[in-house]
């Protein structure tokens, strides 16, 4: 079953087509990603989805429902999350009191403080609970803001690329971590353009290349499609 589809979708700003009559269907249960080469659009494509740009046409389904002029807390409610490219922790708070506040509207007393050592402890983070924010490694604070997403428990969760700026190891461990969320049942949608990354975590993969989509399929169909080599090293050629 499609938990996300979107449907002939254009984004235009001013006299540049940034997205262009995209079609993308999200299954439930599957870890999904986008890629494509700089300027390809997919982090308009994102914001799309999620509702922080209205399309300039076409339509955008969650769960069966129409949702393209729903505003993103709207969609929040429904079931989507977002951690956009930046992260945005409360820097001057301590890790732990950064997911309480990220738990506060779904769950209260015992229920949530076991469910903010829960996920304390799928990040790594349960050491550092007493840290202020501020003070943790890029990679651990990009964790912790994962953990906020996932305290909503969304249907959908919405990484842009998560690993940007990550050592190896870090981003070898994130990439566990959301096959972790997803063996319980979590549909990930992700944009990157790692490929080791995308290796270690795809079951689909669509690209993006121009606004357009360029080839979808398996991660192996990806992967074998010289086409697809060429526009990431760049050897295309405009005709």
């Avoid at 009559?21 to 997919?42: F, M, Q, R, S, Y």
């Avoid at 953990?147 to 070898?172: I, V």
């Avoid at 795809?202 to 990806?222: C, M, N």
């Amino acid at each position: 079953m499609s938990l996300v589809e979107v449907k002939g979708v254009t984004k235009r700003f001013g006299g540049l087509t940034a997205v262009s009559d995209v079609d993308l269907t999200v299954k439930a249960g599957e870890v999904h990603c986008l890629i494509g080469p700089n300027g390809a659009g997919k982090s308009t494509l994102f914001k799309l989805i999620v509702g922080l740009f209205p399309p300039s046409a076409g339509s955008i389904l969650f769960d069966q429902v129409d949702v393209t002029a729903e505003r993103p807390f709207a969609r929040v409610q429904r079931g989507m999350s977002i951690k956009m490219q930046a992260p945005s922790v409360f820097k001057e708070l301590p890790v732990r009191q950064n997911i309480q506040i990220a738990l506060q509207d779904r769950v209260s007393g015992a229920e949530r403080a076991a469910e903010e050592q829960r996920l304390l402890e799928l990040l790594g983070l349960a050491a550092d609970a007493g840290k202020m924010a501020g003070a943790l490694s890029h990679g651990q604070q990009q964790w912790l803001e994962i953990g906020m997403a996932l305290a909503l428990r969304p249907q959908l969760l919405l990484l842009d690329e998560p690993t940007a700026g990550m050592s190896p190891e870090e981003t070898y461990k994130t990439g566990e971590l959301i096959k972790s969320f997803n063996a319980e049942g979590m549909t990930v949608l992700v944009v990157e353009h790692d490929m080791a990354f995308v290796r270690q975590i795809a079951q689909r993969v669509t690209v993006l290349h121009l606004g357009k989509i360029f080839a979808r399929g398996s991660l192996d169909e990806i992967l074998n499609d010289e086409q697809v080599a060429e526009i990431y090293l760049g050897k295309t050629h405009a005709h």
